[in-house]
């Protein structure tokens, strides 16, 4: 029973933040990308972590992490995102997002705690409620290799909608929208265009 809990309870846990691979850097320096999807045991769908490299300061990207109601502006395929509660650093979240097709609409309130550095900055956060049987993540800003104008981007997500949807679909949708996100953020945060 004790064992069983410890095992739903890390279910819900953001996951940590872990730094890229030595080999990641050239492409990260080229503007790219660096996506990888890591199994979760005893999930069908695995997590998304991702990382990329924008030239402004940690602080001005967590501006926009910050402030929830700003995330129908960035996010891929959102409709609604309103910030519910803040308490200290705890932001309370909801948010929906507009499946393809006749897949519906996903619902979630996250609470999230927020992080403000230096060394880092970010958002992890937990579900709530909402129709996901699992809904955690977190982005963890850092200046790149000490340079304090530019932000290395880590973003991890593991979400496993509480739909009708068959896993296959959920295992090569996961995450495929996630490239284009933060190319979003960084075409916001400094013009440049995203690749």
Not at 133 to 161: C, D, I, Q, S
Request: glycine share 8%.
């Amino acid at each position: 029973m004790i064992a069983a809990l410890v095992w739903f309870a890390s279910l819900n846990v953001s996951p940590g933040s872990v730094p890229p691979r030595a080999t990641d850097y050239p492409a990260l320096e080229r503007g790219e990308v660096i996506k990888r999807v890591e199994p979760v045991k005893g999930a069908a769908v695995p997590r998304v972590r991702a990382y990329i490299v924008i030239d402004t300061p940690p602080q001005k990207m967590f501006a926009l992490i910050d402030q929830c109601n700003d995330y129908i502006k960035i996010m891929p395929r959102m409709t609604y995102s309103k910030e519910l509660t803040r308490q200290g650093n705890r932001v309370t979240c909801k948010v929906k997002i507009k499946l393809p097709y006749f897949l519906g609409t996903l619902e979630s309130v996250t609470e999230g705690v927020h992080t403000v550095g230096p060394p880092a900055w970010g958002r992890a956060w937990t579900l709530v409620s909402g129709n996901y049987k699992r809904n955690v993540g977190r982005w963890h800003l850092t200046a790149y290799k000490g340079n304090p104008k530019k932000t290395l981007v880590e973003y991890v997500l593991h979400g496993v909608p509480d739909l009708p949807i068959p896993d296959l679909l959920l295992r090569k949708a996961n995450g495929a929208a996630i490239p284009g996100m933060l190319r979003r953020f960084r075409k916001r945060l400094t013009g440049k265009p995203t690749r």
